[in-house]
């Protein structure tokens, strides 16, 4: 038996009045952050950052490459399986 009268449909919170509330608290990670950042604060970050240049002496494969070796492997592949489809024995 619900208490004070009122029903379980008048004690829901609706989405609408959680929205328009004046106060919002912040989430524990916005509150982790801003206790961490209050004593240390965060340094700058450049927004795109150094590329790393790694180099072993050779240098990185270039992009064409890279599509001949793909492109090499579905051609051996389809050759591959018209080879076994025409040697099947029907």
């Known amino acids: 038996m619900p208490e004070h009268g009122q029903d379980g449909q008048e004690r829901e919170f609706d989405l609408g009045w959680a929205d328009s509330a004046e106060h ?35 240098g990185s494969r270039s992009s064409w490459v890279s599509t001949a070796v793909v492109l090499g492997c579905v051609a051996a592949v389809i050759v591959l399986l018209g080879y076994i489809n025409f040697r099947a024995p029907y």
């Open 24 to 58: 919002k608290e912040p989430s524990a990670r916005a509150r982790m952050l801003a206790a961490r950042w209050k004593h240390n604060p965060p340094g700058p970050v450049p927004f795109r950052p150094e590329p790393d240049h790694r180099s072993s002496g050779r």
